[in-house]
């Protein structure tokens, strides 16, 4: 997927490190696949008319009814990002691999974000996930 889309306008990525392969898990990679069919043109999730899904639209319809639903507090999809990185990091993963999966250049930006609120990186149980791991 090359295009980017922000707020609804069709645009190229900010930078040379957007333009990445990302690894996805098997059954991701089969139930895209059956999503997709033989469709070829367009944008992978749109609307009905054909333009990209608003990001907006789906907190509110779907992700923020999902997290109420598993009594997790609300955030948008950045906390996911947010939320990687310092499960990553606390299974030690390399620094310039996690630096590399985000698409930054410096470290000083993923250490921006590395910690989704200060007491998931305090404390190591499983109570202290956001999501999933």
Known sequence: MVPSCWEGAIQTPKTKNAYRQV??????A???KTFICARQPGFLFANKVGKP????NLLRRSLHRILEELKVEKAGFHAMRRFRTTWLR????PEDLI?????HVEQSVTDGIHC???KWCARGDSNSRPFGS
Do not use: E, P, Y
Request: aromatic share 8%; net charge positive; hydrophobic share 40%.
């Open 53 to 56: 899904v608003s990001q907006t």
């Open 116 to 118: 989704v609120r200060k």
């Open 99 to 103: 630096k590399f999966w985000l698409g």
């Open 30 to 32: 089969k139930l895209l």
């Open 90 to 93: 606390k299974q030690r993963a």
């Open 23 to 28: 690894d996805i898990d098997s059954d991701l």
